[in-house]
């Protein structure tokens, strides 16, 4: 085998890795999931502050309890602000450094350079992991992964002490407990991590050979005090379930409702664990969502569990001989269970950025498996050599293909669109993009072939009634709004449409009902709180003007956007001005007009001027013609 240094074969996967996935910090923010992350969340918009902490630790937003991926994303906010390129270097640095983890650790468990650096390329190059870098969302991805390979890499120099110098118990404890702690943090990021303790039993037989197949009585012996000594990585692997399962539960995503039966879900399963190998084989058509069709063909069902059976049997099989089989595959298997969809959770019937870790065991067994055949057949090592390095370029151009579709939110879902049939989610988010741009005529081509494919997604009647109240067509808009309500009565988002749309019109009371319920069904929503401020502050009938309720919706309405919103601040100053509290009222306007000026928002800037010098002679200000104001985002 070709001897080269360690250092080299770092530098080498550093650098390959970071120059495939470099185009990737041109690219933007996308409609889908970035926004409840990062481009919509005013928490995370505020940077790391106290209050901010208190709400990622406290919080369970986007169905998941993980501060320390919160904690990320504040950090980026902090220090980037919503430069989006920056935000996908800090993922594309995640995942280098993950890179060369995984060979540090696969290096000191086995001892096989090249074979750990294989694996590692693989790992760091395969078109599947596109989606995990190249989405800001998938922070909780590369962060709780860096979180699971420090885990193995400190479990595994305490397993070496254990083996080798069983008396070390004071430096054990000391590896033991560095283990845990990084356990608990990547169970912050990600509740992926909670299989962790399981792999870990599966690396004690291969590679850290802590214990053999001896007599059933000794082995079970063994087995028992392993598993008693993983005892607090099990617990911690159930309370991070316990919180995803209640975060889950309280927003409605585990509803019996919308969720499959059981049996449905397990056939999905089934098909889906077939699909992941048949895309690390040929990764063709990726895109980033895959629509649970709700039910598959008995034969499709039928063949792949069929399949998996046969696989795992030969895997149990190679269980003396070629350990890495073993390990390999049912790492795979175990790893990809929280995700596969068992306990429902998205529209998705699988996922590329769900493998990012399973990955990891398909290609320890490729690649252990091929030196194998290497070591009985010499004569075909020039032949492996070179299949293993068309393989790797393989990746590397796909990839690089694959980042292309992840230009912005209009790439990513029009090449969804293309390689998925029938996905009105994809055609959803595409008209989303559309309209963002002005393009209204092609959005709504888009709305209504989603709603074409299903005639009753709310978000797309959503959508369509927001563009129609845009253009104008207020009553054919306010159409849809209602079906979505009525199709989805919990639908909060809609209620805050409504709002917008029945104000445009003039009806502020029945806008005042809609945000109100919006805030019902989401007491911490800053636009519903500004608007409703807005109209309770400055309409010109006295009997719906309230100033202190105006001035409680305005102040949380900033409270929650840490005071760095201009328009939030100028409804707070017209809301004092309603309540009589003008000295309060002038110096809020003040700010509002500079934090305007500031961010080169001149029109806004020009309102609160005018606004100022009203309230500086005692008057509050009475909001005229319904679509303009200094308080309406």
């Not at 209050?51 to 998941?64: D, E, K, L």
């Not at 270097?89 to 650096?117: D, E, I, K, P, Y």
């Not at 850290?208 to 607090?232: D, H, M, N």
């Not at 209620?495 to 989401?522: C, D, I, N, P, Q």
Request: net charge positive; with cysteine.
């Amino acid at each position: 085998m070709l001897r080269c240094p360690k250092i080299v074969i770092y530098a080498a996967l550093a650098l390959t890795t970071l120059a495939a996935f470099w185009p990737v910090l041109e690219c933007g923010f996308v409609n889908y999931d970035d926004p409840l992350y990062v481009t919509a969340n005013p928490q995370v918009q505020g940077g790391l502050c106290w209050p901010g902490v208190r709400w990622a630790f406290t919080a369970q937003h986007a169905s998941n309890w993980h501060p320390v991926t919160w904690l990320s994303h504040m950090l980026d906010c902090q220090l980037f602000g919503l430069n989006a390129g920056a935000h996908h270097l800090v993922n594309v640095l995640f995942h280098t450094v993950n890179v060369l983890l995984l060979f540090l650790v696969l290096r000191q468990m086995t001892g096989a350079l090249w074979r750990s650096a294989v694996v590692a390329a693989l790992f760091a190059w395969h078109p599947l992991q596109v989606d995990t870098v190249a989405w800001i969302a998938e922070r909780k991805n590369v962060l709780s992964t860096l979180f699971w390979l420090l885990t193995l890499w400190a479990y595994s120099r305490y397993a070496e002490i254990k083996v080798r110098s069983p008396g070390s118990s004071g430096r054990g404890r000391k590896w033991y407990g560095l283990a845990l702690l990084f356990l608990a943090l990547g169970l912050m990021s990600k509740p992926m991590l909670v299989t962790v303790p399981c792999t870990l039993l599966l690396l004690d037989y291969w590679p850290l050979k802590r214990f053999q197949l001896t007599t059933a009585k000794a082995t079970c012996l063994v087995l028992i005090r392993l598993v008693w000594e993983k005892l607090p990585f099990f617990a911690l692997a159930a309370a991070s379930s316990f919180m995803t399962i209640a975060a889950h539960r309280g927003l409605g995503i585990m509803d019996t409702g919308t969720v499959l039966p059981f049996e449905l879900r397990v056939e999905n399963a089934l098909v889906s664990y077939l699909r992941y190998l048949g895309k690390t084989i040929w990764p063709d058509n990726l895109a980033i969502l895959y629509l649970h069709p709700r039910e598959w063909p008995a034969l499709t069902v039928g063949a792949c569990g069929l399949l998996l059976v046969v696989a795992s049997s030969l895997a149990v099989w190679a269980f003396r001989k070629r350990s890495y089989l073993f390990v390999g595959w049912f790492w795979f298997l175990g790893v990809l269970v929280p995700a596969i969809g068992l306990i429902q959770a998205g529209e998705q019937a699988m996922a590329d950025r769900f493998s990012y870790v399973p990955l990891i065991g398909l290609f320890i067994a490729v690649t252990w498996g091929g030196w194998e055949a290497v070591q009985r057949w010499p004569q075909s090592r020039l032949l492996a050599y070179v299949a293993a390095l068309l393989a790797l370029a393989s990746c590397l151009v796909i990839t690089r293909g694959q980042l292309r579709h992840w230009k912005d939110s209009q790439a990513v879902f029009e090449h969804c669109v293309r390689v998925t049939p029938n996905n009105f989610v994809a055609h959803n988010n595409l008209g989303f993009a559309l309209a963002t741009q002005g393009k209204l005529e092609e959005a709504k081509a888009h709305y209504l072939e989603a709603l074409r494919i299903q005639p009753y997604y709310a978000e797309s009647l959503r959508n369509m009634g927001v563009v129609l109240t845009q253009q104008g067509k207020t009553e054919e808009g306010l159409r849809y709004l209602y079906e979505a309500v009525r199709v989805k009565p919990q639908f909060k988002d809609v209620y805050a449409k409504l709002g917008l749309a029945l104000a445009a019109e003039g009806r502020f009371e029945e806008a005042v009902a809609r945000y109100r319920e919006a805030l019902r069904l989401k007491p911490d929503w800053p636009e519903a709180h500004n608007n409703l401020a807005w109209i309770l502050a400055t309409h010109p009938d006295e009997k719906l003007r309230n100033g202190a309720e105006a001035v409680a919706h305005a102040q949380r309405a900033c409270e929650l956007t840490r005071y760095r919103v201009p328009i939030m601040v100028g409804t707070l100053a017209a809301a004092y001005a309603e309540a009589g509290s003008f000295d309060d009222a002038i110096a809020t306007a003040q700010k509002a007009h500079e934090m305007a000026l500031t961010k080169c928002q001149t029109e806004l800037a020009k309102k609160n001027l005018e606004l100022l010098n009203l309230y500086r002679s005692g008057k509050p200000y009475r909001e005229l013609l319904p679509s303009t104001g200094a308080g309406k985002p």
